[in-house]
């Protein structure tokens, strides 16, 4: 009797301590911090050189910051944008958008033009339009 009790709480042991190790390799790691860029620093890699801004920042998790210029409605989608950076070089336009699905609309209503921005996305990069002297580097908010 004494050996099936001994045995049973071994095997008990066994099982729990096999259990407890099961657990430690399901762990996720840990998630890299955004990259943080302002507004001026993108547009400007994208002047100097669009194939490296584009290795640079392309599908990467950015913080960016600046200045809400412009807030509308995407022409070819139901998203809503706020543009935080305009500039003119070498005959183009460059133009940073972040790109708000429809149920973040109450984020893009809270803010007025010239009202700072600070805001977490992916980078999509250059997104083609219809007239090729406008680059539109866009990012897409993180949904939560």
Do not use: W
Request: proline share 4%; charged share 25%.
């Amino acid at each position: 009797m004494k050996k099936s009790i001994t045995l049973l709480m071994l095997l008990f042991l066994l099982l729990t301590l096999s259990a407890c190790g099961s657990n430690t390799s399901s762990k996720s790691p840990a998630s890299t911090p955004p990259m943080e860029v302002k507004t001026e620093e993108i547009i400007d890699d994208y002047i100097r050189d669009q194939a490296s801004a584009e290795q640079k920042y392309k599908d990467k998790n950015i913080k960016l910051t600046g200045k809400v210029i412009r807030k509308g409605q995407f022409e070819n989608t139901s998203h809503f944008f706020i543009n935080t950076g305009i500039k003119h070089a070498s005959g183009k336009t460059y133009i940073m958008m972040v790109d708000y699905p429809t149920d973040k609309v109450n984020d893009v209503n809270s803010v007025k033009v010239d009202d700072f921005l600070v805001v977490e996305g992916k980078v999509v990069g250059i997104v083609p339009q219809k007239d090729p002297t406008i680059i539109s580097i866009q990012m897409k908010v993180n949904s939560k």
